[in-house]
């Protein structure tokens, strides 16, 4: 691999995304709204031991900017296609291996970098890390997120050339994963026959371990939920990469 392309490719999407002030305060603004309005809202109704509901919905909010701004992602790729940025980079003399890391790294970056931006709000709104390790445990786990649903982006994308099918299949493909990762509710409460499909869903384990580190709860023992990031980790990076480097211009 070609270092130099890599880091290039990595300070062009660190550029592009700091000249995009629409998407840094999008990013924010959502989860934000959800957590104030809908924390507060239910806070009265929800109990979870010693957990008010805004800390329990805090770490599933962090794990839905991952979400959402990781695969999102897979419209600058598209981008880079509709103007032709990708041609010149497909026939520059680097593997395309390189250019999927470069343009990965970039994806992790800005999606940790909003990621971190929320977890101040999160900070503001009076919750608190137990302790130094967890906080650095916090940090990995939502590396490994980001790292898996960037490389999924990439991979819908490389087999895409429109923005609008783009996104609807985005939605389509999004809002369920978001949905039965149990940010909302806690699992245990859940239907048998619905279990099912939150167990396969790679966000569920992502939020438990967000969850376990920021309150020390969670459903399933941390290594397993560590487990199950890097094992999806390690399969959306060689879908992606693999997806990538077969596709046309």
């Not at 880079?80 to 390189?98: H, W, Y």
């Not at 999160?122 to 650095?136: D, E, H, W």
Request: aromatic residues 14%; positive net charge; proline residues 4%.
């Amino acid at each position: 691999m070609n270092l130099d392309a890599i880091y290039i490719l990595w300070l062009r999407e660190i550029k592009r995304f700091i000249r995009s002030k629409s998407r840094i305060i999008g990013s924010l603004a959502f989860p934000t709204l959800i957590l104030i309005i809908i924390g507060t809202g239910l806070n009265s109704v929800f109990t979870m031991g010693k957990l008010s509901y805004i800390e329990f919905i805090a770490p599933g909010m962090i794990g839905m900017v991952l979400l959402f701004s990781s695969i999102s992602f897979g419209i600058m790729v598209i981008w880079d296609r509709q103007f032709g940025f990708l041609k010149e980079m497909l026939v520059a003399p680097i593997s395309r291996t390189s250019i999927v890391v470069g343009k990965a790294l970039g994806g992790v970056t800005t999606s940790m970098f909003q990621a971190l931006l929320f977890l101040i709000v999160c900070f503001a709104i009076g919750i608190k890390i137990p302790s130094p390790l967890m906080l650095l445990l916090l940090f990995l786990v939502m590396i490994l997120i980001a790292v898996g649903f960037v490389l999924v982006g990439i991979a819908f994308s490389s087999r895409m050339k429109d923005f609008h099918g783009f996104s609807l299949i985005m939605n389509f493909v999004v809002m369920p994963i978001f949905f039965l990762s149990g940010a909302f509710f806690p699992l245990d409460k859940l239907p048998e026959w619905l279990k099912w499909f939150v167990y396969i869903d790679p966000l569920t384990y992502g939020v438990d371990a967000l969850r376990f580190c920021m309150v020390n709860t969670s459903s399933f023992p941390i290594w397993i939920n560590l487990l199950a990031l890097i094992v999806f980790g390690l399969v959306a990076t060689i879908i992606g990469t693999l997806l990538f480097k077969t596709t046309q211009l």
